[in-house]
T-cell receptor
């Protein structure tokens, strides 16, 4: 149990366009999802915490207007990179935690990640 | 406040020899602790977790970790390394008290290199 599906796994886009990344919890409801960015040979940097039905909470230094997060249902959160630039190229990973049971049952389940390349 | 320190950025072992990846943490409440593994260009996979039950936790692929409160440590071990164990390993801490932060905090990661 506790599977998170992240799509797409790889995307290449032109500079100035927008890209949407989806994160779905397949067999559990996730009231909270996290979005991370990982730079080469670095740990994961938390970008924002997404709560179903409310606005996301962004970490300091993360541009809210650039990284739009929507968590419209208990099984889906999306991250949209708007007006992408080459410096936005990175590995983006989502994580979800099961509502109710929380981390004691499942821990934090991660998606397989999205490799974004902006050319 | 919570933090986690992975003491080694790289660990190099020979195939068939023991593995030790070190992790120390600090937490204001009773922590939950996790180890994740990440293979190149892949997402993170949960190896094991400690959530205030048995202090010796067994995970997948022969890994285990021992929670030592007196030493604030949660080191990851495996008796015999396999080539397929070569990957990045992350130690993660999260306060489990409802009044504390439940956002997981990641260590910087340890690269495990396995030589034939």
């Amino acid at each position: 149990g506790a599977v998170v599906s992240q799509h797409p796994s790889r995307v290449i886009c032109k500079s100035g366009t927008s890209v949407k990344i989806e994160c779905r919890s397949l067999d559990f409801q996730a009231t909270t999802m996290f979005w991370y960015r990982q730079f080469p040979k670095k740990s994961l940097m938390l970008m924002a915490t997404s709560n179903e039905g409310s606005k996301a909470t962004y970490e300091q230094g993360v541009e809210k207007d650039k990284f739009l997060i929507n968590h419209a249902s208990l099984t889906l959160s999306t991250l949209t990179v708007t007006s992408a630039h080459p410096e936005d190229s990175s590995f983006y990973i989502c994580s979800a935690i099961a509502s109710g049971r929380g981390q004691r049952s499942y821990g934090y389940t991660f998606g397989s990640g999205t490799r974004l390349t902006v050319v | 406040a919570q933090s986690v320190t992975q003491l080694d950025s790289h660990v190099s072992v020979s195939e068939g020899t023991p593995v030790l990846l070190r992790c120390n943490y600090s937490s204001s409440y009773s922590p939950s602790l996790f180890w994740y593994v990440q293979h190149p260009n892949k997402g993170l996979q949960l190896l094991l977790k400690y959530t205030s039950a048995a202090t010796l936790v067994k995970g997948i692929n022969g890994f285990e970790a021992e929670f030592k409160k007196s030493e604030t440590s949660f080191h990851l071990t495996k008796p015999s390394a396999h080539m397929s164990d070569a990957a990045e390993y992350f130690c993660v801490v999260s306060d489990s008290n409802p009044g504390g932060s439940y956002i997981p905090t990641f260590g910087r990661g340890t690269s495990l290199i396995v030589h034939p």
